[in-house]
């Protein structure tokens, strides 16, 4: 009995230890992330599933919730059925987006870990974007996180996104008047992480491979493919296995 004891208080001690010092480690490194998963615990209002300032106007609130609302039945067409709640934070300020969202100029982001939770900045309030950032939250919840962390390539994720996404920006006939009719592409499928994808070339260049992926990616695509993809990702196959 006493052996036990000693076992159970080690053991309480190790994680009094291990438990703050992970979450210390985890805010240093993903501050972003860390708060938006913590955002039950900040001064921000929450109606339903929608986190926001206080001082937002009730205008800005109303739209946002509207465009969720169109961006759900959006993106319930595309997988079939919609199987992941995330929690949407809006930041009506550039100063609570770099708290919760990213610190790079983008619209919005999608941070998974612990549950999908979806920043969207001012700028992000548009019915493409918030599309595109649930359709990320749909892919995670389908496969979990350890696959979407090791075995999505971020081409893949962005180009699935991007289906989602109907902005005249990254239509074909954008993408084919860039390209010199498809003859100047990027390689796509060499840009595996995001910080290659995201973080390599001018903004024209980023935007460019927006493009690509989507394209790319809806050349593969049919309903029947994507099901079976996920089926064989969740069975342990890698993702050329899966994408062939």
């Avoid at 208080?9 to 490194?29: D, G, M, N, Q, T």
């Avoid at 946002?64 to 949407?88: E, N």
Wanted: net charge positive; glycine share 4%.
């Amino acid at each position: 009995m006493n052996k036990l004891l000693k076992i159970l208080k080690r053991s309480l001690l190790v994680l009094l230890i291990v438990v703050p010092v992970s979450a210390l480690a985890h805010f240093f490194l993903f501050p972003q992330q860390t708060r938006s998963i913590l955002i039950g615990f900040s001064d921000f209002k929450k109606e339903g599933r929608l986190y926001f300032n206080s001082n937002t106007p009730n205008s800005k609130i109303d739209s946002v919730r509207s465009l969720i609302q169109l961006a759900s039945r959006r993106v319930t067409t595309f997988w079939g059925q919609k199987t992941c709640d995330p929690a949407f934070i809006y930041c009506d300020t550039e100063s609570d987006f770099n708290k919760y969202g990213n610190p790079f100029p983008v619209p919005a982001v999608t941070h998974i870990k612990l549950g999908a939770h979806i920043v969207i900045s001012k700028e992000g309030i548009d019915l493409d974007i918030i599309a595109h950032e649930m359709s990320h939250a749909e892919l995670y919840e389908r496969i979990g996180f350890y696959n979407w962390t090791f075995k999505i390539p971020t081409w893949f994720d962005e180009g699935l996104a991007m289906q989602n996404d109907y902005r005249d920006y990254y239509s074909e006939d954008t993408l084919k008047a860039r390209s010199d009719n498809y003859k100047n592409m990027p390689d796509v499928r060499k840009l595996v992480s995001g910080r290659q994808f995201n973080e390599t070339g001018t903004h024209e260049q980023v935007m460019l491979n927006y493009m690509a992926a989507k394209h790319e990616v809806k050349l593969w695509y049919t309903k029947e493919k994507l099901d079976k993809f996920i089926k064989d990702i969740n069975a342990g196959k890698s993702f050329d296995e899966a994408f062939k």
